[in-house]
């Protein structure tokens, strides 16, 4: 018997589509897409809280850097596992339980008065994360009727409009009323896990429906060159994934020290940032769709290496213009890779999803804690001006298989 993986045929859309039997159910991409908002948007709170935790607790850079590490490697380790199982044994309301953890995480955040006690927050909510991402990136594929990067578009830009949001409910509403005002968010939580019992409805169902499977067709890749291809993306996701991190965690303290913003407007540059990368990603699936992935991998990644290298010596307003620039052009890889990687493991869905998750947020979570030890020992302007070569790697892009494609047949609503 071939090992699954030893030969993988990309095929067309039209083709996966005609064999999925279904037309894409918007409601249920609508759904995951609004859980994953509010998922997301809790998670950013995170970050959005670290000035008044920096204040209350006196926080070093590097204690900043630790707090982001551990909520995103908690993350990344147990996403691959709950991926790796939920591919044989499917368990549809276990969006719904993720949730409730992230739920105690966020009282537990709340109401913490140390260090440890926040890690254990971040670890918390961590969790929940690990549980939501492959599988909901599973019920996001299911609902796509073989428009797989449109679909992965919609599920994900609900999280990066819940990142953007994240930034602007900090600023009206932990910075001014303080660190318990975060145990209102758990109501957020509570709203997501309603949603989610639905979506696990629709989920179970889907799965006592017969799998219609076609065969496929195109050129089969050999094991070496899906190995090769996987090397390559995870490459280009470390490019991208430290380079986000580096805005993401940091943004706020480098204009506070670059230009002497306030908190607060640092907080609505970050929301700048985070909206122009929702608009990426919602456009990047449809693009891979149509021009091919490999095409737009290259234009996402190695094409933004002018902004970032421009970014670190140029002044306030149109520091601003270039990171919205930056935003746009990286995220739109994200449903890219996400779906390349797919494909090249068509039976490992759940795995698959899980570990670039997992893989995204622990070198995120390495990647804030190493910036913040740069920062603390050679100033955060430094860091922008190192970070500014990440996107260089993009080169790599050129060992991927091209995997252009016409655009798929308009699909109906479910």
């Known amino acids: 018997m071939k090992n699954p993986c030893s030969e993988v045929a990309l095929t067309k859309p039209s083709v996966t589509r005609a064999a999925s039997g279904s037309n894409t159910v918007f409601k249920v991409l609508g759904a995951i897409s609004f859980s994953h908002f509010l998922n997301d948007t809790i998670q950013s709170l995170i970050l959005a809280s670290y000035p008044l935790f920096k204040t209350s ?16 490697c908690t993350s990344a380790l147990l996403q691959p596992l709950v991926g790796y199982y939920t591919d044989r044994r499917p368990k549809p309301f276990s969006l719904a339980v993720g949730m409730g953890c992230t739920l105690v995480g966020l009282l537990t955040l709340s109401l913490a008065s ?13 969790s929940g994360s690990a549980v939501f991402h492959p599988e909901s990136s599973r019920v996001a594929r299911m609902a796509s009727g073989g428009r797989y990067g449109l679909a992965q578009s919609i599920f994900q830009v609900g999280g990066n ?7 602007l409910l900090a600023a009206w509403i932990i910075l001014p009323y303080g660190q318990r005002s975060i145990a209102l968010f758990s109501l957020i939580a509570l709203l997501a896990m309603i949603v989610l019992i639905g979506v696990g409805r629709w989920y179970r169902q889907h799965l006592r429906q017969p799998a219609k499977t076609a065969a496929p067709t195109g050129q089969p890749l050999p094991k070496a060159k899906v190995m090769r ?3 390559v993306l995870l490459v280009l996701m470390f490019s991208k994934d430290f380079y986000l991190v580096s805005i993401t965690s940091y ?10 913003f306030a908190t607060q407007v640092a907080q609505y540059h970050l929301f700048y940032f985070l909206a122009s990368v929702a ?13 091919g992935r490999k095409r737009l991998i290259w234009i996402s990644i190695l094409g933004v290496a002018p902004f970032t290298l421009a970014l670190p010596y140029v002044g306030p307003g149109l520091s ?15 449903p890219v890779i996400l779906v390349f990687g797919q494909e090249l493991f068509p039976a490992r869905i759940g795995t698959i999803s899980g570990l670039f998750y997992g893989l995204s947020f622990g070198m995120a979570g390495i990647g804030a804690a190493l ?22 790697l993009g080169l790599f892009a050129v060992f991927l298989p091209d995997t252009r494609r016409p655009a798929p047949e308009t699909a109906k609503a479910g």
């Open 57 to 72: 607790l006196g926080l070093s850079f590097a204690q900043i850097g630790l707090i982001t590490m551990v909520f995103q």
């Open 114 to 126: 140390h260090f440890f006690v926040i890690l254990l927050a971040a670890a918390l909510i961590g």
């Open 161 to 167: 409009s819940g990142a953007a949001t994240g930034p």
């Open 229 to 231: 291809a996987l090397g």
């Open 251 to 260: 943004l706020i303290f480098y204009l506070m020290h670059q230009y002497e």
């Open 279 to 291: 608009v990426g990603v919602l456009i990047g699936g449809p693009i891979g769709d149509r021009i």
């Open 320 to 334: 601003v213009l270039l990171t919205m620039i930056i935003g746009v052009t990286l995220a739109s890889a994200n």
């Open 371 to 392: 910036l913040g030890l740069a920062a603390d020992a050679w100033g955060i302007a430094a860091v922008y001006r190192l970070c500014a070569f990440l996107p260089l």
